[in-house]
């Protein structure tokens, strides 16, 4: 069964830091898609970064980049020069046929 | 603005009445979701359709929930006889067909309550 797994419940970094947030995931599909969604307090789920499985290099958004570990199914975010407006709640997800399958989440909060 | 909207934004109802809820996706985007999000978890899949038809229900969609998505561009998601549990923020996504631009992008949501 496919799982996404956030061990993280909440981390603090500090403002125009670096943050790695973790997410491993589980599947037996030899073709997959993960991303990263950032959810603020209004609610609504804001796409950052995808990354294929066959994709040989690492994705990168601007101050996003994705961590992508195939061998440890890992596809952890890592966000650099972090800005207030970063907090959040984050998202990890797999696309499992027709449907995506999220974590539990990790709370950002960037400190001034 | 062309993202996609989702009306209302938030909804009390009492304890057993029926409550509907409506997506309008990004209009060239052929596949809608519906989410459910309760507190603390991620957004659980309820159903997609590719553009009218409705090709998967997760069975966390008992029979009093039904959606549609009657000529292929928005949807609603029906809840009847709303129970305390249903209290939770309903997410509609809509993305093209699988590919590399297959991203789903999300509405704010409408966040119910049942008391």
């Known amino acids: 069964a496919q799982k996404i797994t956030q061990t993280q419940p909440g981390m603090f970094v500090q403002e125009k830091e670096a943050v790695t947030l973790d997410c491993t995931y589980d599947?037996?599909?030899?073709?997959?898609?993960l991303f990263w969604y950032k959810q603020p307090s209004s609610g609504e789920m804001i796409f950052l970064i995808y990354?294929?499985?066959?994709?040989?290099q690492n994705a990168t958004e601007g101050r996003y980049s994705l961590n992508f570990q195939k061998a440890r199914k890992s596809a952890n975010l890592v966000i650099s020069a972090s800005q207030l407006g970063d907090s959040a709640m984050y998202f990890c997800?797999?696309?499992?046929?027709?449907?995506?399958?999220f974590g539990t989440g990790t709370l950002l909060a960037v400190q001034p | 603005d062309t993202g996609v909207s989702q009306d209302p934004r938030h909804k009390i109802t009492k304890r057993g009445q029926n409550v509907t809820f409506r997506c309008d996706p990004i209009?060239?985007?052929?596949?809608l979701y519906w989410y459910r999000q309760t507190l603390g978890q991620g957004p659980e899949f309820l159903t997609y359709?590719?553009?009218?038809?409705?090709?998967?229900k997760s069975r966390l969609l008992s029979d009093r929930f039904s959606a549609e998505r009657p000529k292929g561009s928005f949807s609603t998601l029906e809840i009847q006889r709303t129970e305390q549990g249903d209290s939770a923020m309903y997410l509609c996504?809509?993305?093209?067909?699988?590919?590399?631009?297959?991203?789903?992008?999300f509405g704010q949501g409408t966040r119910l309550t049942v008391v």
């Open positions: 209009s060239e985007h052929n596949r």
């Open positions: 997800a797999m696309r499992s046929t027709n449907k995506l399958i």
């Open positions: 996504a809509s993305s093209l067909v699988q590919g590399r631009g297959a991203e789903a992008f």
């Open positions: 990354q294929g499985s066959y994709d040989e």
């Open positions: 599947t037996s599909d030899q073709s997959y898609g």
């Open positions: 359709f590719q553009n009218e038809a409705q090709l998967e």
